[in-house]
């Protein structure tokens, strides 16, 4: 079966075409071309007029939305929340965890398990944000769960639902074979929740660990004596940044700061987001502990700590562009390529032949008017 996008404004890494077409076949794409491509007999024919065409959006890092966390472990919670990401131009996401009991875990992995692959976006895999964290930097995580690094505790929960990646304190006990232990098993290992030295960010670094997890979150700062994981983000240009980028959690100048860096080759935006994404403002929990939204700013009741965030992605994908005004081709990176990299799924993020069709069309405005997976029109 083929499908033509037509008259449609293509940006991709390295690409960007102010009126071209996209033909795919199945699900993948075999065809990208300025002006128009000859559609094959009965191909389905989708016109884009004008619209923004860029590749499906990846989310690390989200806990929940539309008043439903993963941790629920409420399958037809964790359905509409695979569903409701497409509104966003989610196409893959990773459903993240918290800091919570085992039986906690299991129980939110087999509720991902029982989701149809057939609606909403793909989950290949699962995000671990803890528990195995320091309790000095838990920010909204609940300290009453946090336990040291245990592979094995990984291994029964991967048997569960397949764990793609993991965020942890590298400077507590095991931590730097916390990380080798993790990267033999194929899962990305991350830090964040952490007062980890740069000494400690180095053993780790030395071990394979090249992500952290919400960049200047709930992390060590930058200091001239020691400068820290954030230090470290910035100087080893082969780590890459998760940033959530809905100018509370990081200062609009420090995220400029951060793609000038390191390129949007290693940034990676997630949205982080927490039940009350695509709600209004009100109360509500995270992990069990009780969160304010007000005016979209997620916090806990006590103590006033950023409970994760209400931001959607193709919103942090308007941001950037503002921000730092990179051009187009250049900014999509961090939607999609570098976390596909990241994360060792080479199939997706961009729009060129043998790429799966996984595309997202957004007005002038940034909004999300059509999301495919496999070529298949989902939103």
Do not use: W
Request: aromatic share 6%; net charge negative; with cysteine.
């Amino acid at each position: 079966m083929y499908t033509l996008i037509k008259n449609a404004h293509i940006v991709s890494p390295d690409l960007e075409i102010s009126t071209g077409s996209i033909l795919i076949e199945n699900d993948l794409i075999v065809a990208v071309a300025a002006g128009d491509i000859c559609s094959p007999a009965g191909a389905k024919v989708i016109d884009a007029a004008g619209a923004m065409v860029v590749p499906g959006f990846i989310d690390l890092h989200c806990h929940g939305r539309n008043n439903f966390d993963f941790c629920d472990g409420d399958a037809a919670g964790t359905q509409l929340i695979a569903e409701k990401k497409l509104e966003e131009g989610v196409t893959t996401l990773l459903p993240t965890t918290l800091t919570v009991s085992h039986e906690q875990l299991c129980q939110a992995l087999s509720a991902v398990g029982k989701c149809d692959p057939r609606r909403g976006c793909r989950m290949p895999g699962v995000h671990l944000e803890g528990p195995f964290i320091n309790p000095k930097a838990a920010g909204a995580q609940n300290p009453a769960y946090v336990r040291l690094p245990d592979a094995a505790e990984v291994d029964r929960l991967n048997a569960v639902y397949p764990v793609k990646k993991i965020t942890y304190a590298v400077e507590i006990a095991g931590g730097a074979e916390f990380t080798s232990a993790m990267l033999a098993r194929g899962i990305t290992p991350s830090c964040t929740h952490s007062a980890a030295k740069y000494s400690d960010f180095a053993a780790a670094h030395q071990a394979g660990l090249r992500n952290l997890s919400h960049f200047c979150n709930q992390m060590t700062p930058l200091h001239h004596r020691d400068i820290g994981l954030v230090g470290a983000g910035l100087l080893h240009l082969d780590v890459f940044a998760e940033l959530i980028c809905d100018k509370l959690h990081i200062d609009p100048a420090m995220i400029k700061l951060v793609f000038q860096t390191k390129g949007a080759d290693k940034v990676i935006l997630i949205t982080d987001a927490m039940r009350a994404a695509g709600m209004p403002d009100g109360e509500y929990d995270l992990g069990g502990l009780p969160v304010i939204v007000s005016g979209g700013a997620a916090r806990l009741k006590e103590g006033g700590a950023l409970a994760g965030s209400t931001l959607q992605l193709a919103t942090a994908f308007k941001n950037i562009v503002e921000v730092t005004g990179l051009p187009l081709s250049q900014a999509v990176k961090a939607t999609s390529l570098s976390a596909a990299l990241s994360m060792k799924l080479f199939d997706r993020g961009r729009l060129e032949p043998g790429y799966l069709a996984d595309i997202v069309m957004l007005d002038r405005e940034f909004k999300v008017t059509r999301a495919m997976v496999g070529g298949e029109i989902r939103c």
